[in-house]
C-alpha cells in the first residue's frame, strides 16, 4: 500500500539538520552561526573568518 500524506518539504527536513561550515566542516547551532547568501541559498558558517573565505571563492566550497 502506497503512503500518503509524506509532505515534509525540504525547509522542513533542513531545519532538523545541523548546519555545517562549508569551509572547515565543524556543525554548528544555527542560532549561533554566520550566515551568509549565496546563490538563493543560505550558507553557516562558525565565525566570521570561515564566512569571507567562503566569500572569496563560494564556487569552491558551495556543490550543487
Ligand atoms: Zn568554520
Redesign the pocket.
Known amino acids: 500500500m502506497r503512503k500518503f500524506g509524506h509532505n515534509i518539504n525540504r525547509n522542513d527536513i533542513y531545519y532538523d539538520i545541523m548546519p555545517i ?1 562549508p ?2 566542516g ?1 556543525e554548528m547551532d544555527e542560532d549561533l552561526a554566520t550566515i551568509h547568501e549565496y546563490d538563493g541559498k543560505k550558507y553557516y ?3 566570521e ?2 564566512r569571507s573565505i567562503f566569500s572569496r571563492k563560494p564556487g569552491k566550497y558551495s556543490k550543487k
Open positions: 561550515d569551509v572547515c565543524i558558517f562558525c565565525c573568518g570561515c
